[in-house]
């Protein structure tokens, strides 16, 4: 029974993590049909700028989100608009993995060039402690990382249900050429939505580093299983991915008890299957992926 | 006429490049063989880049660093050594191609082995068809030794099933009602790491200590909270981890965070590794972790490796530096016992017909081997003691007391 309630809430806390870290991935692809191979390779850079951040001045790694958001959304804006919004329209979302996939392997390079491939951790005071609630131990680096989670995608979700900017990137998502014809500026507005998905990536890269290990190449890693997350949850929907990152998040976790690592992992891919061949826009994205 | 600097350079690309190809066209007739003059050309594949690159890269050092010692030391058989070293991007199917053009093409005297199971097997399948010898630094596992190879020798203390044995035999030697009940174990699935653990695994068995938890993770696993929930939940008296490195501070500090307490861990490779008391923290007191090589060990020419080493590169040698290191010595006490070294059949069949018989003294200690290649001794137990990494088994090497007990981490 405790290992039931103490997966239970591993499962929770993980599938909180995967769906911060999934976010901007489900983003991308609503706003502008952009598959971003390079979205992990972002978060493994968040997480080296964390450490780096840690090392350097000594602070705790959460600070080092006061600098690396806003550098994540200028970079978000500046690659759409001068790599992305220059490919084709009719080839978009298959040019922009080969390009996406490009992007992935100059930041890993870049990464092991500049800080060695050796494993990288910050090491943090409370990086072992647990508080314990209902007998099951939970590990405070991971409350945090589910904080920013939920922070990060209540944030997001204001952000595209209350303001201005959320309806337009909203308008843009659902329809562009009529978002053009009522005056907005998709184009602008694309720049931004990209910018956003990736200041998510310099949220979730930190949580990441919090609680785990890291190296360059170790975003490939990752980027299956979120993919995985925001097909099964409808590409496009961020409310979707959250559900589908909960969902399996915990299926992973609890998995575990009776089939094993190996086995709990492969969940991941026969739901991609099952949801590929029973409900192929995923389960919330709905009219968006069925155009394509 | 003052010639303007991109001509100069590209003048110069171009008279390398030419040299470079009269040395290659060069190579694989003349000056080499077996009338004893010019280098004696040793061919080697590692993986420079992909998956193994960093260890790859260390076992480059090492033998680089060992070619450059024997030609200050008179060469071998009075020959200087040349490497010819490949870069096969940690790839089965390349490194089998790459050894193919070192034997046939490039003409080499003698091959040294590549880094790690995987490209061991393959490499050494083409160093016998060719009838070369074929001593390798880093294929420790069982797989290495069960394909029928009677050319290979692994150069390194022991095979992963032996890495635990002087715990092992610790652990029988305690009266038996102070001996650890159940253990758990967590392994990678890869051949190497889960031969550490099932090694201490089947000898722990035969002493009745019971099996609480047997799970094996894929290599790709980022979540290591799901493994940990099942050995804390067995709360096993011992925790053994098949581990490389990430996986093993991920899963130790996911034990921490359940307020998981054994009496015992052990966990292979990582814990030797400088970064991982940085990743740690102070809680490393009393892990337990196998190890092929310390350069604080006093066998006859270690002393003199570690400070040419240290000299050449900066800082001391690891064990990747030290396995490449014992290859180049194997090799060289097979040369000069049977004066010669030529791709010739007889002269290979002759080096490893010697080794077979022969012990031979290097770096990591006396080095025997079985028919399969398999080497006849265990690794040396260290735990952090005080902070330190330390030997602690077997008693006649340790440099500090075996903590039975582990403390709290």
Not at chain 1, 147 to 176: D, N, Y
Not at chain 1, 267 to 274: D, E, P, V
Not at chain 2, 350 to 369: A, F, K, M, S, Y
Request: with cysteine; net charge negative; hydrophobic share 45%.
């Amino acid at each position: 029974m405790s290992l039931f309630v103490q997966s239970l809430v591993l499962g929770v806390l993980l599938g909180g993590l995967y769906a911060l870290l999934a976010a901007g991935l489900t983003l991308y692809f609503g706003v502008m049909r952009v598959v971003m191979i390079a979205h992990s390779a972002f978060l493994i850079l968040a997480a080296y700028l964390a450490w780096w951040f840690t090392n350097e001045t000594g602070l705790d790694p959460l600070l080092s989100l006061v600098l690396t958001v806003p550098l994540f959304f200028g970079m978000g804006v500046v690659m759409q608009r001068s790599l992305i919004s220059r490919l084709r329209p009719a080839t978009l979302t298959m040019m922009s993995v080969l390009l996406t996939f490009s992007i992935a392997l100059v930041i890993e390079g870049t990464l092991g060039f500049v800080f060695s491939g050796t494993q990288r951790r910050i090491r943090l005071d409370y990086g072992g402690s647990s508080i314990e609630i209902a007998g099951a131990n939970v590990a405070v680096v991971k409350l945090i990382a589910f904080g920013l989670a939920v922070v990060s995608l209540a944030a997001l979700f204001l952000i595209m249900k209350k303001t201005q900017f959320g309806q337009a990137l909203r308008a843009t998502i659902q329809h562009p050429e009529a978002a053009r014809l009522i005056g907005i500026n998709t184009e602008r507005v694309a720049g931004y939505g990209f910018g956003l998905g990736l200041a998510t990536a310099a949220i979730g890269g930190t949580a990441l580093a919090l609680d785990s290990t890291f190296y360059p190449s170790l975003h490939w890693h990752w980027i299956g299983p979120l993919m995985a997350i925001i097909v099964v949850g409808g590409l496009g929907s961020i409310p979707g991915a959250a559900i589908a990152a909960m969902v399996l998040g915990m299926g992973q976790a609890l998995l575990q008890i009776p089939l094993g690592t190996t086995w709990a992992q492969t969940f991941f891919y026969i739901a991609l299957f099952a949801t590929l061949m029973v409900r192929p826009q995923g389960f919330f994205g709905g009219r968006l992926a069925q155009r394509f | 006429m003052k010639v303007k600097t991109p001509h100069r350079i590209a003048g110069l690309a171009v008279a390398s490049c030419l040299a470079l190809t009269a040395c290659m066209s060069s190579g694989s007739d003349t000056d080499s063989g077996e009338d004893g003059t010019g280098p004696i050309k040793i061919g080697i594949s590692l993986p420079l880049t992909g998956d193994f690159s960093e260890p790859g890269k260390g076992v480059q050092r090492g033998y680089e660093a060992w070619a450059e010692y024997i030609n200050e030391n008179g060469g071998l058989l009075g020959r200087d050594v040349e490497l010819t070293i490949l870069d096969d991007q940690s790839n089965a199917d390349r490194v089998a191609a790459d050894y193919e053009k070192l034997i046939n093409s490039d003409g080499v005297d003698l091959v040294f082995g590549p880094f790690s199971t995987r490209l061991v097997v393959p490499a050494a399948q083409v160093a016998q068809d060719y009838g070369f010898l074929f001593v390798e630094p880093a294929g420790a596992a069982e797989e290495v030794f069960t394909q029928g190879f009677d050319n290979l020798f692994y150069a390194a203390p022991a095979v992963a099933d032996d890495h635990y044995n002087y715990l092992a035999d610790a652990i029988e030697a305690l009266p038996e009602d102070e001996r650890p009940k159940t253990a758990a174990y967590a392994a990678m699935d890869d051949p190497f790491a889960m031969g550490t653990a099932y090694g201490l695994k089947t000898r722990l068995e035969e002493m009745g200590v019971e099996t609480v938890v047997d799970e094996v993770y894929p290599p790709n696993t980022t979540d290591f909270g799901s493994i940990a929930a099942k050995v804390a939940d067995s709360n096993a008296d011992v925790v053994v981890g098949g581990t490389q490195y990430q996986d093993a501070v991920n899963m130790i500090v996911a034990l921490q965070q359940l307020n998981y307490q054994p009496k015992m861990a052990a966990f292979s490779t990582a814990p030797t590794n400088p970064e991982f008391p940085e990743a740690i923290g102070d809680k490393t007191e009393g892990i337990l972790s196998p190890t092929g090589y310390t350069p604080e060990a006093d066998f006859p020419t270690n002393q003199e490796f570690v400070d040419f080493y240290t000299e050449l590169n900066g800082t001391p040698p690891a064990e990747d530096e030290a396995n490449a290191w014992t290859t180049g010595q194997v090799v060289a006490a097979a040369v000069e016992a049977v004066e010669c070294a030529s791709p010739d059949p007889e002269c290979q069949g002759q080096l490893i017909d010697w080794l077979r018989e022969n012990e031979v003294d290097t770096v990591v200690g006396p080095l025997t081997w079985d028919a399969e290649g398999r080497p006849q001794g265990a690794h040396l137990i260290q735990q952090y003691v005080d902070g330190k990494i330390r030997i602690v088994l077997p008693e006649e090497a340790a440099e500090a007391d075996f903590i039975v007990e582990k403390p709290q981490w």
